[in-house]
């Protein structure tokens, strides 16, 4: 139903097989004088891989997620995405790497005073798609999740999980190559999560690569996929 | 590229009527520190008006002794027409004189009767140009006048100009403090109330950074929204102003001479409405676009 991904690779490189996505190179992220957040991280992930970052809040989950779409910059260490080095980018490309990701939040971060259409319509506009495009694909994305017969519907109408869900149809508006959600089921309840979990390994089977922090270890450990431990700011280990 | 353009202000349109009460309420903010100045402005431009009348209306008289000859008379025009300070000059004969004299004792004419000849010089009026209406120069003027031949007196509201340049220029350091003051607490109130509006919207800019929008895309509605605010406080305030002067002034003008000149000469230039308006513009405008910035930092 969905258009097939964007080829974002050469030839030459999907000839190589394997090739990462993400690559974080000794990063190391510290707030202030002495508060580390993260401490040499080294994480490698491959086109196509979903990947679980879990750990309890304050082990710097977030900031490896803040760190990719370039909302921070580490303290030091070399970040590239898609091939492209966020650590040395321009400012004035950070909204083009951005257009390449998908994000979602715990707190799912809908425009309250607009429809579910319209928060949509709103990255179909920044990211420059033709409006009639822009409508089609949106109308796509909420079938995909279940929400079709709610797009008139402004978000606090809805339960938490369907406002979750929109959150996540928004982030695919642009067909990122990478979805990042933070935290995307921290405000449901347990079958209102499976259910956003469920949706989120759904697109993931369709190709995207997916990065999910959560602070849910029976969660992540049901999805079954990679799974990264965190403990104050260091990967401490790695499952499978 | 031309399309997005036209999308800004359409943009910024919607945003207005979409933040809805929120939206009245500080263009009704800044509609109100408008008005404080509006209302300063026309007194000032009231008071300046009725000052240059008074300028206007100012005359110095130069006397003439009864035994001036014609030849003197004429050569002494001259000379008075030469001098700098002097705008025109009227001649009034003794006759004139004394026809004004009888009218201004209108009823009491009786007075007269005893005077045989007429005791009144004639003489010269002389409207002075303003600029050479200070204590200093008049005094040097009238020094001047006095010592040309056939002039017998000169006089002028020598005390009362005195008086009345003091208390102009107290005016006018007053009016400049006060102005400034209200400038400022006007400007900085339009753009708290601006920025106030842009903070309700943090997650709205959040979002779309989030999304990969470009700064200027972010913040051009912004822009326009805060001169859209601006420049409309400053119309409704204007508005305002008229509605009240049309409703008011037949009561002033009976009531005040002081504001029945303001009801003649009308309100506000449209120039200074095209100022205060522009300066709303211009303030909104920089209210928002100090606001968004602080949540742009990528």
Redesign the interface.
Known sequence: MLPPPRRIHSKKEVNQGCFAMIQMYHVYKTYGKDLEALVDVNLHIHKGECVFLAGSSGAGKSTILRLI???ELPTSGQILVNGRNVVRMK??A??????T?G?VFQDF?L?R?RTVEENLA??AR??GMPNPEGRQRAAQLLTLVGLSHKARMLPYKLSGGEQQRVAIA?AL??DPVVLLADEPTGNLDAELAADVIRLILDINARGTTVLVATHDLKLAEEAGRRTVFLKKGRIVEEWP | MLKKLKQIPADAVVNLI?SGWGGLASIATIGVSFLIIGIFLILVLQFNALVAEWREQFQLSVFLEDKITPKQLEILEKRIQNEAAVKSVTFITKEQALATFRRELKGQESLLEGLGDNPLPASFQLKIREGSQSPAALERLSVFLRRLEGVEDIQYGHEWIERMSSAARVTKLLGLIIGSVLTLGSALIVSNTIRLAVYTRA??I??????????A?IRAPFLVEGMLQGSLGALLAMGLLFAAYRFIAPTFKLASPLLSTAADRGLLEPSMIAALVGGGAAIGALGSSLAVSRFLK?
Do not use: C
């Open positions: 779409f370039r909302d400012l004035r950070v909204p083009h790497l951005r257009r990701l994000i971060k425009l005073d709103l990255v920044i990211v928004r508006m642009n | 979409r997650a709205e959040e979002i779309m950074r989030f999304v990969g929008a470009t700064k895309y990528t």
